[in-house]
């Protein structure tokens, strides 16, 4: 693990139904991830607005995680769906206009998958202080 | 079928009133949507035709464009009960249009689109000085005009040709069967309109392409889309003027961005400084997000800035990019589905997987 005194600020949207559950079962099975990612919550990955990845992102965030239910298991049956398609017209907006796609990751995540939330935490964790700082974090003119 | 319509003494605007007067009394529609010239004779304003007699005041091939018409056939379309409009308008606003009816914000249902050929439209105050009788190779055609590859229309019932053919003598329409009966066309030869737009299509879209490239390569980070936006007033015109953004209860509009005091003191603290009013990155990248896979390229965006910000450049190579992912393109048909509103199960596989 590089140590160079960066503690990367990760913002993450879990959907009610899996990802938050899944956190919660990381939680609880008292496994251990980096303290680096700061959670909301919401009811579905569909609730997630682009503006809602852009804002932190703009504000020096170092990466933005959006964590929904697998494919097919969508609590409202389809809002994953249409998260997978926001976030790829987000990735592309963001790659032509100037900014690293990578800082931004979706992932399925079920309820039951308390490892794997904790294993993405600490992958994008690392991956994220690896790129080093976001460039928008000292910049005031967005 | 392609036909012809008579003018006399080389007066083609005349002609083209004469043909709207001949769709107005058809009996196939109510009312006429077209630009008219206004009283000082400087601009062309669109306006709701009812008196056939007002027709001679009409002016749809004057290089200009106020606003994007699909915008005002939303207006007299959306909501039952309605009437029969016949809509005169350019390949940009009948492609906006496709959109609209897509986003249920307007109806096709009894509408007749009459299409004109467009070489290019110039800014409202050039238009001006054109009509005025300055020179039109002086001045430049609007920056989206220059880079579009859709000068002729499309989806149209009928199309008044201008790219290409001679008008002078008589007037190039292309009409469906039932239209060309009615308006008593005569029967055309072949002429040179296909050669000159496939001509002048190559010659927009090198322009596009250019304009993609130059785009690319001034944004390529953080800082640099800040300096590409760093006059931005945040004055929202480029969303008011946009046909695609409909949306009554846009976010943008509302109080959500009124922060507190001491939220602005909170950024200004973690980075020293805070660009004031807040947010104007955030809603041009969030507008992007927003409506980029429905543009239809008219960068009315563009002329309605007053600080110059060539807003339709950066919406169209993002636009360029997102339609891409779903291989759709904005305006082509109303039978396409349309991004923001579908989804494939079998799609971007990769996208959320570990």
């Known amino acids: ?142 | 079928m392609n036909g012809l319509y008579p003018v006399e003494n080389n007066n083609v605007r005349a002609a083209v009133s004469g043909l709207l007067v001949k769709v107005l009394q058809s009996g196939l529609v109510d009312a006429l949507l077209v630009p008219l010239r206004n009283p000082a004779g400087d601009a062309v304003t669109p306006a709701l035709v009812k008196n056939p007699a007002m027709l001679s005041e009409a002016d749809p091939l004057a290089p200009v464009l106020p606003v994007n018409g699909s915008r005002l056939v939303s207006m007299l379309t959306q909501h039952t009960p309605r009437p029969r409009i016949g809509a005169v308008m350019r390949s940009c606003e009948i492609r906006a249009l496709v959109e609209l009816v897509k986003l249920q914000q307007a109806s096709l249902e009894g509408l007749t689109l009459i299409g004109v050929d467009c070489p290019g439209t110039y800014e409202v105050p050039d238009y001006a000085k054109i009509a005025k009788g300055a020179d039109p190779a002086s001045l430049a055609l609007r920056p989206a005009c220059e880079m579009c590859e859709y000068p002729a229309p499309t989806n149209a019932d009928i199309i008044i040709h201008q790219i290409g053919v001679d008008n002078s003598a008589a007037l190039h329409v292309e009409a469906k069967e039932n239209w060309a009966a009615q308006l008593g066309l005569t029967t055309a030869q072949a002429n040179g309109r296909a050669g000159a737009l496939e001509k002048l299509v190559a010659q927009r879209t090198a322009k596009r392409d250019a304009v993609f490239a130059e785009m690319q390569a001034q944004v390529s980070s953080p800082e640099k889309l800040a300096a590409m936006f760093s006059t931005c007033i945040r004055c929202h015109n480029c969303m008011t003027n946009c046909p695609i953004c409909y949306c009554k209860t846009c976010f943008f509009k509302t109080n959500v961005f009124d922060h507190e005091p001491m939220q602005f003191m909170a950024w200004a603290e973690r980075k020293g400084a805070t660009r004031m009013p807040a947010d104007t990155v955030l809603f041009h990248l969030t507008r992007m997000n927003h409506m980029s896979t429905s543009c239809i390229g008219c960068g009315l965006c563009t002329s309605a800035c007053p600080v110059d910000i060539n807003v339709g450049a950066a919406f169209r190579t993002v636009a360029a990019k997102t339609q891409a992912v779903f291989n759709y393109v904005a305006g082509r048909s109303v039978d396409d589905p349309i991004p923001v509103k579908n989804f494939e199960v079998n799609e971007l596989q990769k996208l959320g997987e570990h």
């Open chain 1, 1 to 142: 693990m590089p140590d160079n005194g960066f503690e990367p600020r990760i913002i993450a949207f879990l959907c009610n139904w899996c990802t938050y559950t899944g956190a919660d079962l990381a939680g609880t099975s008292r496994l251990q991830y980096p303290p680096n990612v700061r959670i909301i919550r919401l009811m579905c990955s569909g609730a997630v607005d682009a503006s809602y990845v852009l804002k932190p992102l703009l504000d020096g965030a170092d990466g933005v995680l959006i964590g929904g239910c697998h494919p097919g298991d969508c609590h409202y049956q389809e809002g994953n769906y249409k998260a997978r398609r926001r976030i790829a017209i987000l990735e592309e907006t963001l790659k032509t206009m100037g900014f690293e796609g990578d800082r931004v990751m979706l992932r399925w995540i079920s309820a039951s998958e308390g490892g794997l939330f904790a294993e993405t935490i600490r992958d994008f964790t690392e991956k994220v202080r690896a790129k080093g700082p976001a460039p928008t974090k000292q910049l005031w003119a967005l």
